[in-house]
């Protein structure tokens, strides 16, 4: 998992270093006098803005499409960076206290100031590697604070081949590649995760990137949270995750990039952000003694 741990758990940390990827070349004119060179694919602008610096990790705040300026703002990060601990495999955590606090990042990646957490709305390592936070803040507070709009989760299932962008502020870096693929099943170490985003190998994500936001660049809107990389070409073991495909074949890829998708989130969240496991569609794994 792409965190920087430390402590007990230090000799997981990956890279000390960052790395940005170039542009992607250009390509090439169209030949013959009459020839027009085609136009690039639309791509919205990716910048820092709307992302966040923890301790430790990277995170966005974000929206659901049905959140309204008064919402009490999320921050979406991943499970493992939950500041109380890993969960583990099948645990999922609702309603926690917290007074985590977050560093609100403008759109060239200098420090604006800070959120504070109220609540851990919902976490886990289940399927999937989330934690979304409740912060003091409302949207509305936020844009006239700081001058920052949230960036939008999005509610469609990611698309091979698409343009992406991973927004690190922890390291106030940025990656640019694409969406190689998906993968039926991602395991690392005693986690498992469903359908998950794999780069092209542009994309070399390092420690402290856990939580990016995935940006779609045609549409500026989150496609994914970054969460592992393949660090040493270790089968399914913490920090070298391994593919599993629909036939139980496992493979490995070292120094691959991962991503889960987050595009089911916003069917679990009801008016004023209020998180409904049960709502119509949710499919988010629940903690015991909830059910549909």
């Given at each position: 998992m792409s965190r920087p741990l430390v402590g007990a758990l230090a000799t997981t940390v990956l890279g000390a270093a960052a790395l940005v990827t170039a542009a992607t070349p250009a390509g090439a004119a169209p030949v013959g006098a009459a020839a027009h060179k085609p136009k690039p694919p639309h791509t919205k602008a990716v910048d820092f803005a709307g992302t966040v610096a923890l301790d430790d990790c990277s995170g966005s705040i974000v929206k659901m499409p049905s959140s309204q300026p008064n919402d009490p703002a999320l921050v979406m990060t991943n499970g493992h960076c939950l500041e109380s601990g890993m969960p583990s495999a099948g645990q999922v955590i609702v309603d926690q206290p917290s007074s985590r606090d977050f560093t609100v990042l403008d759109k060239s990646a200098g420090d604006l100031g800070s959120l504070q957490a109220t609540k851990v709305v919902y976490s886990t390592m289940t399927d999937t590697d989330v934690t979304l936070y409740q912060t003091?803040?409302?949207?509305?507070?936020?844009?006239?604070?700081?001058?920052?709009?949230?960036?939008?989760?999005?509610?469609?299932?990611?698309?091979?081949?698409?343009?992406?962008?991973?927004?690190?502020?922890?390291?106030?870096?940025?990656?640019?590649?694409?969406?190689?693929?998906?993968?039926?099943?991602?395991?690392?170490?005693?986690?498992?995760?469903?359908?998950?985003?794999?780069?092209?190998?542009?994309?070399?994500?390092?420690?402290?990137?856990?939580?990016?936001?995935?940006?779609?660049?045609?549409?500026?809107?989150?496609?994914?949270?970054?969460?592992?990389?393949?660090?040493?070409?270790?089968?399914?073991?913490?920090?070298?995750?391994?593919?599993?495909?629909?036939?139980?074949?496992?493979?490995?890829?070292?120094?691959?990039?991962?991503?889960?998708?987050?595009?089911?989130?916003?069917?679990?969240?009801?008016?004023?952000?209020?998180?409904?496991?049960?709502?119509?569609?949710c499919t988010l794994p629940k903690p015991s003694g909830v059910r549909r």
């Amino acid at each position: 998992m792409s965190r920087p741990l430390v402590g007990a758990l230090a000799t997981t940390v990956l890279g000390a270093a960052a790395l940005v990827t170039a542009a992607t070349p250009a390509g090439a004119a169209p030949v013959g006098a009459a020839a027009h060179k085609p136009k690039p694919p639309h791509t919205k602008a990716v910048d820092f803005a709307g992302t966040v610096a923890l301790d430790d990790c990277s995170g966005s705040i974000v929206k659901m499409p049905s959140s309204q300026p008064n919402d009490p703002a999320l921050v979406m990060t991943n499970g493992h960076c939950l500041e109380s601990g890993m969960p583990s495999a099948g645990q999922v955590i609702v309603d926690q206290p917290s007074s985590r606090d977050f560093t609100v990042l403008d759109k060239s990646a200098g420090d604006l100031g800070s959120l504070q957490a109220t609540k851990v709305v919902y976490s886990t390592m289940t399927d999937t590697d989330v934690t979304l936070y409740q912060t003091s803040s409302t949207y509305a507070q936020i844009e006239q604070k700081y001058g920052i709009k949230p960036l939008e989760i999005s509610t469609d299932h990611p698309t091979k081949g698409a343009g992406i962008t991973v927004v690190s502020g922890y390291w106030k870096k940025t990656y640019t590649c694409g969406i190689d693929g998906f993968v039926p099943t991602l395991k690392e170490g005693d986690w498992t995760w469903k359908d998950s985003v794999r780069y092209t190998a542009e994309c070399k994500v390092i420690g402290g990137t856990s939580g990016s936001p995935v940006v779609d660049n045609s549409t500026g809107k989150i496609t994914a949270i970054n969460n592992t990389t393949n660090e040493s070409g270790e089968r399914c073991t913490l920090n070298n995750p391994c593919e599993v495909d629909a036939n139980g074949n496992v493979t490995i890829h070292q120094g691959t990039g991962y991503a889960e998708e987050v595009y089911t989130i916003p069917k679990c969240f009801g008016a004023g952000n209020t998180l409904d496991l049960n709502g119509a569609g949710c499919t988010l794994p629940k903690p015991s003694g909830v059910r549909r």
